[in-house]
Each structure stands twice: as C-alpha cells, then as structure tokens.
C-alpha cells in the first residue's frame, strides 16, 4: 500500500522540515549569502574606495563564496561518503576547507577591526586621540558583523548536514515500505492457486457441449439430406424405428 507523505512521515518519526524543501532551502542558502555579501561590501567598498565597483564586487562575492558556499558544499558532501576509507579521506578534506573557511573569517575580522574608523568615518589623525571614547563601540561593531558571518556560516553547515540526515531516514522509510510490500506479493504468490484447475473444468464442459451440439447438427444435417434424396425411405425408416421402441 502507497502510503502519502505526511503518514509516510508519521509512521516512522520523521519530522517534517521547512528547509527539505529544495525551493525553501536555496531561498535559505541565498538568504545566507546575502547577508555576508552586505556585510563584507560595506567594509570592502571603504578600503577599496579608488578601486573600480566591478572589482569591490569580485572580491566581495569571493569571500562569501568561501565562507558560505564552500562549507556547505564540503557539509553536502560529507553526508553522502559512505564506507570508512571514503568518510577518512573526505573527512581529512573536509576539514582542510573548514581550516580555509575559518582563517577566512578570521582574517576578515581582523581586517574590519583594523579598518573600523573608515565605517564611522573617523579622520585618521584623530582616530588616537578619540581612541578612549568611540573606539571600543566601534571595535564591538566590526566583531558583531564578525560573528554574524559565522553564525550564518554555522547555520548553513548545520542546516545542510540535518537535511541530509532527515533525507536518509526518508529514503530508509521508502525502501521499508517497499520492502513490506515486495513480502506481501511474495506471500499472496505462495499460496496455493485453484484457478487452474477451475479453468480446466470449464474447458472441459465446454468441449463436450460443443461436441454434443456438433453430433446433433450431424445428425440434423444427414436427414435433411435423406429427405432430400427420398422423403418416403426416410418416413418408412421412421415409423419402422417407432414400432421397434414400441415393441421394446
């Protein structure tokens, strides 16, 4: 029995996700995106201020393309490698490219907390002498942009990694439901079967109907023709068989 999907889903425990959803779940990813686009073209548009506006935005979407797509494809990844030859080498590999995200994101921190007086656009000279008063705000605001991009990174390894872990034990749901059903076939296949038997009788009282109805067309045929030939041989052949069962 084809079972849909949410009892399908109740029948084994799964829970139903928003992001399982392909549409749903790109709309997240480029959710994630965006945000570390913004966030790192704010700082990289001020440093690179007499650079060309194509170029801010190469380098921009680079680095979000490290810090966000990478960790997600490398998490993709990662939860479909079976075997332990498989999991040592990807897990080795994958932690290389989580030591590049990670250097990544802490080199851009550091390059805002380096740079933050061009956020608030403090004169560099002054930018000493005002260090007492607005610089540990300021310092706060380049490592809260900082730890957003990794929480968004987190969240976007996080999410992949449990919507890979939810479509296993979707597809295990699958292939038990399909078991119980290649076993059900099995069992009505076993049992044993009369039709046989059952056709076999009727072939053989149609057989004889059909050849009772032939031996009577035969026997109609043959006196047709009698009479044809000499009606009264065949009458006095009649009334001759008459007396005979009468005598009998």
Do not use: W
Not at 163 to 187: F, G, P, S, T, W
């Amino acid at each position: 029995m084809k079972l849909s999907k949410d009892e399908l889903y109740q029948r084994y425990g799964i829970r139903k996700l928003l992001y399982l959803n392909p549409f749903i779940y790109a709309v997240l990813i480029m959710v994630i995106f965006a945000i570390d686009f913004l966030t790192s073209k704010l700082f990289f548009d001020l440093m690179f201020s007499d650079t060309d506006e194509y170029m801010n935005l190469l380098v921009t979407a680079s680095v979000c393309v490290v810090i966000d797509v990478v960790p997600i494809v490398l998490s993709d990844v990662l939860a479909d490698v079976t075997g332990k030859v498989g999991r040592r080498i990807s897990l080795s590999l994958m932690l290389s490219g989580f030591a590049v995200v990670l250097v990544s994101v802490i080199i851009l921190g550091f390059i805002r907390i380096q740079n933050v007086d061009l956020l608030f656009g403090n004169d560099p000279d002054s930018f000493v002498a005002s260090e007492q008063t607005g610089a540990p705000f300021q310092s706060f605001v380049a490592v809260l942009l900082t730890l957003i991009n990794i929480a968004t990174t987190i969240f976007g390894i996080l999410m992949t990694l449990h919507r890979a872990k939810v479509q296993r034990q979707i597809d295990h749901a699958k292939n038990c439901e399909a078991l119980a059903d290649y076993k059900a076939a099995i069992i009505e296949l076993a049992k044993p079967d009369n039709s046989l038997e059952t056709l076999e009788a009727e072939y053989a009282s149609i057989s004889a109907e059909i050849d009772r109805i032939a031996e009577e067309g035969k026997v109609k045929a043959s006196l047709e023709i009698a009479l044809l030939i000499d009606p009264r041989a065949v009458t006095r052949a009649t009334h001759k068989k008459e007396k005979e069962e009468v005598t009998s």
